[in-house]
């Protein structure tokens, strides 16, 4: 094969494979440029994050953008207050809008 040798081994993809198949059953997400950072720390490997997204896409992994959420810390106490609040004040003025007719 002509041409410079590949940065990235196919030895090297199986380990972030099996990194990113461990880290996904312990609830760990990584990012492009952390999994670089990741490769070039164990493995010795440089190589930029859209090219290391582009191979891994090659050999198969798909992702999506993870959403932040705060919702596993609210107190439902403190909502049910809160919704209670939210009722005395609509029971106390608040009206649905009428529709106009023109």
């Known amino acids: ?50 090219w290391l997204t582009k191979l891994l896409h090659r050999v198969g992994f798909r992702w999506k953008r993870t959403r932040d959420s705060l919702r596993h810390k609210a107190d439902p106490v403190l909502q049910q207050a809160a919704r209670a609040r939210l009722e005395a ?3 106390h003025g608040w009206r649905p809008t009428r529709e106009r007719t023109t």
């Open 1 to 50: 094969m002509s041409g410079r040798p590949a940065f990235v081994t196919d030895d090297d993809l199986k380990m972030v494979g099996a990194l990113l198949d461990a880290s996904a059953e312990a609830g760990v997400t990584w990012t492009a440029p952390e999994l670089c950072d990741w490769l070039e720390r164990e493995r010795g490997v440089r190589v930029s994050a859209a």
């Open 89 to 91: 004040l609509r029971t």
